[in-house]
T-cell receptor, first 115, second 111 residues
């Protein structure tokens, strides 16, 4: 089954404790991205990747890192999480990036709470 | 950067009614998508529609790129249509890949 998977689905952690949220897609998609969703603010893009070893900042990259060493995986790293990073996080992918991108497929979401 | 505005912010319908959701954007786009987020949080792509009209069952969408708006039509609404509908656009910009979301329209369909 074609899908985008994220782990963990739920995470409660404490300020400053490094964490990684994994994202994997099995559709051979070139484009992957991370979003956070907050009440009243909608979805905002954190980082995106057009292909392996190519990443760029979205609207809200501060406090996050990403890497794209393989086509299928795009982990989101919080080196020193803070309470303002409490949010619902989505990973997404789409087939290609040619200056025009097509349909985005979303993972199930990761609900992160930083105490 | 590009601004995306959706209206109305909230909509309550009786089952069987029709509705139109609107998405206005402030600059040229080469990508526009409509998504539905169900009450369990799952985001589902409805349409990839940078221009023109598409239909999928009871849903259809029209984008008039020259006038910078898109419309999502829901006919004969059902309770399962409840949730939040998002419009998202990608701006022209060479190699930029930033997808910008509107704040959504929250739809509640009552039985």
């Amino acid at each position: 089954e074609a899908q985008v998977t994220q782990n963990p689905r739920y995470l409660i952690t404490v300020t400053g404790k490094k964490l990684t949220v994994t994202c994997s897609q099995n559709m051979n998609h070139e484009y992957m991205s991370w979003y956070r969703q907050d009440p009243g603010l909608g979805l905002r893009q954190i980082y995106y990747s057009m292909n392996v070893e190519v990443t760029d900042k979205g609207d809200v990259p501060e406090g996050y890192k990403v890497s794209r060493k393989e086509k299928r995986n795009f982990p989101l790293i919080l080196e020193s999480p803070s309470p303002n990073q409490t949010s619902l996080y989505f990973c997404a992918s789409s087939l290609r990036w040619t200056g025009r991108s097509d349909t985005q497929y979303f993972g199930p979401g990761t609900r992160l709470t930083v105490l | 950067g590009i601004q995306v505005e959706q209206s109305p912010p909230d909509l309550i319908l009786q089952e069987g009614a029709n509705s139109t959701l609107r998405c206005n954007f402030s600059d040229s786009v080469n990508n526009l998508q409509w998504f539905h987020q169900n009450p369990w949080g799952q985001l589902i792509n409805l349409f990839y529609i940078p221009s023109g009209t598409k239909q999928n069952g009871r849903l259809s969408a029209t984008t008039v790129a020259t006038e910078r708006y898109s419309l999502l039509y829901i006919s004969s609404s059902q309770t399962t249509d409840s949730g939040v509908y998002f419009c998202a656009v990608m701006n022209y910009g060479g190699s930029q890949g930033n997808l910008i979301f509107g704040k959504g329209t929250k739809l509640s369909v009552k039985p």
